[in-house]
């Protein structure tokens, strides 16, 4: 119980510390005028307050993953406590931040365009195919899991395929119409609803006085599967995500001021570490240990640890609301997800997205390829999305690396958690069987040798685009409306 409550109160100060201290080296600028004004066109790009950026935010980034991540995570102990709350302070909330300012600073650009501007034209490619694949995963992934919570709480194939078809008419509608008239109306409630429930089943943790085991480096997994590097990919949001490099852009268009920022952007990550800690927890203790949590698993997946944890802390009513409210994290997630592969395509053609026709063209082709991949195995749908969704955050590291570098700030503040995930990430590629399949020994080898590689070609481009004095930010004197 010392270690978890312990971890909430330094992501806390967390974000009044380091949070402080990384919009610092960004350096805000109050007086500049951003892009929800500048670019206004009523359906993307359009002013709205703090409070409601926030939750928007915090709804867009907390999909299953800060749930379903850290109960897979759970299996490997409180080990789990420690990369949740290193991975947000320190890398996450990050990531978050500057993929958020520097894309406000360049018109609300998403990571594609960032990513050509700041590590070149290849890149720019390369990240936009990337992006929408991520996205297409992320959104399929987000609706079987609310599907499968749903159908706990009902019964029938027929009740599963009607729920399928509702989630997607509000994805559909979430995706097409204005920021304003869905996501900026509902997601408040939704938001409120969302923190009652995880707080519901923390305070329920400590009332009980709920075993949590305290820190420990050991390994727990039931099949000794490896920390380094399969932690770090199995709890992707709740400590870093690159999920998000792909949302904030969609928050960077409706902030109305800079200084907003880091409670947009760096605190609402520290908020889903928060969320994050306590369903680890729930996992940890609630199940006789790692074994028992690994047979739930097995049986019934995340969803089922979400149904019995809620059911277990606050009762048949209030578990209920609880799954409500985790069931809406992933459909206000997997709708912005959508919303997002719309907008990053239409910039990558210059697609004007005025007109709803014009954004029904997009959207379309997305939900069709996404109710296939429905019939994909879950568990192999989250694999491939845990290993794209952490590449993404590598290269979203790297571009907020090579912004203040070019800057002439404190660089290492991005780079270190950037090359710390790009081993992560590639010794999981060149291990994993959906990758290589090498011998752990083989594929730590190889991405040390492959990280050291990249990391040399980073310096070296990065040297150069300071000599060459790259534009860091679009003069907001030349801006013009975009897709």
């Known amino acids: 119980m010392i270690t978890f409550l312990f971890g909430i109160i330094l992501l806390i100060v967390g974000y009044f510390t380091y949070g402080k201290f990384v919009e610092k080296v960004f350096g805000v600028n109050a007086k500049r005028t951003t892009p929800a004004f500048t670019n206004q066109d009523g359906v993307d790009y359009l002013p709205m307050n703090t409070p409601k950026n926030s939750l928007i935010q915090l709804l867009n980034i907390a999909g299953v993953g800060p749930i379903f991540g850290p109960i897979m995570g759970a299996l490997y102990g409180p080990a789990a406590f420690i990369w949740i709350v290193v991975g947000c302070i320190f890398a996450g909330a990050v990531h978050d931040y500057l993929t958020g300012m520097i894309s406000i600073r360049n018109r609300g650009a998403h990571l594609p365009e960032l990513a050509g501007r700041f590590l070149g034209k290849v890149m720019k490619h390369v990240v936009n195919a990337f992006s929408v694949l991520l996205l297409l995963l992320v959104g399929t992934v987000f609706v079987t899991a609310p599907a499968g919570l749903l159908h706990n709480l009902m019964s029938g194939w027929v009740a599963m395929g009607l729920i399928l078809g509702a989630i997607f008419i509000y994805y559909t509608l979430a995706t097409l119409l204005p920021i304003d008239k869905i ?68 928050i960077s268009r409706t902030t109305q001021n ?22 680890a927890a729930a996992a940890m203790s609630l199940f006789n240990g790692s074994t028992g949590l690994n047979e739930l ?11 019995e944890a ?110 710390f995930m790009l081993m992560a990430t590639t010794t999981y590629i060149l291990n994993a069987p959906i990758g290589f399949g090498l011998a752990l020994n083989f594929s730590y080898v190889g991405a040390t040798i492959i990280t050291i590689i990249l990391v040399t070609l980073f310096f070296y481009a990065a040297k150069n685009a300071r000599r060459n004095n790259i534009p860091l930010e679009d003069d907001v004197s030349n801006w013009n409306n975009v897709a």
Not at 258 to 271: N, P, V
Not at 297 to 307: D, E, F, M, R, T
Request: proline fraction near 5%; hydrophobic fraction near 55%; aromatic fraction near 12%.
């Open 183 to 250: 996501i900026g109306r509902f997601y408040p409630i939704f938001g409120a609803l969302l923190l009652i429930s995880a707080l519901g089943v923390g305070a329920g943790l400590v009332i009980t006085g709920a075993p949590i085991p305290e820190l420990s480096f050991v390994n727990l997994h039931p099949d000794n599967a490896p920390i380094f590097p399969l932690l770090f990919l199995t709890i992707s949001c709740g400590a870093l995500s690159g999920f998000h490099a792909t949302q904030t852009p969609i």
């Open 310 to 419: 809620s059911t277990l802390m606050l009762g048949a009513i209030g578990g209920t609301l609880a799954i409500l409210g985790v069931i809406i994290l992933p459909i206000t997630s997997g709708d912005t997800a959508f919303r997002s592969a719309r907008m990053i395509i239409a910039d990558y053609f210059k697609f004007s997205q005025k007109k709803v026709l014009n954004r029904l063209w997009i959207a379309l082709p997305l939900f069709v390829i996404s109710f296939v991949l429905t019939r994909v195995d879950f568990t192999l749908l989250w694999r491939y999305f845990s290993w794209a969704n952490q590449s993404t955050a590598v290269i979203a590291l790297f571009v907020g690396s090579m912004y203040l570098y070019v800057a002439k700030k404190n660089y290492w503040i991005s780079l270190i958690p950037g090359v």
């Open 297 to 307: 698993l097995a049986n019934g997946g995340p969803a089922a640890i979400v149904s």
């Open 258 to 279: 800079e200084k907003q920022g880091r409670k947009i952007f760096y605190g609402m990550m520290i908020a889903e570490g928060v969320i994050a800690m306590i369903w």
